[in-house]
């Protein structure tokens, strides 16, 4: 593949088991800066980002997420090291879909730098709780922020996960004589 924006869009893959090794400084703020630089509605720019590192808030954070997923002796976060928290302002309406959109960048941006990645859920519920909010406040964050998305990061412990073959049937292409093409055909899968 010749495009690289493509080839990380196709390579890019949820990795649910991390090694100790941190990401250095320099590639986490080039992470940060993508997201920051992800479509968002009339390019209000709502969301901000939590890049965490501290051992003590991460701590805090796994516990968090681990008691609203139903399993408090679990590590949600699958041992990485670093968990960026994409939060979005509440006034605006896009606010969910501005910070997906930060989210699919930073995912993408690390694995074009190497370094691996997950979206992690219950964002929204964690910042909802007055223990969620008393954090923002212990950060300097004041506005009504609502939690998009976790996004850990970095380096996989053991083989990376293989791409599944794309689900047959998940684009309809309507064109402009009327014809209906699906791809991929059923027979591909």
């Known amino acids: 593949m010749e495009n690289p924006i493509l080839q990380a869009i196709e390579e890019r893959r949820s990795v649910k088991r991390y090694s100790n090794r941190r990401v250095d400084e320099e590639t986490l703020r080039k992470i940060l800066r993508a997201g920051t630089y992800a479509p968002s509605g009339m390019n209000r720019q709502s969301p901000i980002l939590v890049a965490v590192e501290d051992e003590k808030t991460l701590a805090v ?72 909010k008393a954090l923002l406040k212990s950060w300097g964050i004041s506005g009504d922020y609502v939690g998009v998305g976790h996004c850990i990061l970095g380096y996989c412990e053991g083989e990376r996960p293989a791409p599944p073959p794309r689900k047959p049937a998940s684009v309809y292409h309507l064109h402009e004589d009327g014809r209906v093409t699906v791809w991929p055909p059923k027979n591909e899968g």
């Open 61 to 132: 954070l796994r516990r968090m997420n681990a008691a609203l997923l139903g399993r408090a002796e679990s590590d949600p976060f699958y041992g990485a090291q670093t968990v960026v928290v994409v939060l979005a302002d509440r006034r605006v309406s896009t606010c969910v879909e501005d910070g997906s959109l930060v989210m699919g960048n930073l995912m993408l941006a690390a694995h074009a730098l190497g370094v691996d990645s997950c979206w992690i859920h219950r964002a929204k519920q964690e910042f909802e709780s007055e223990e969620g």
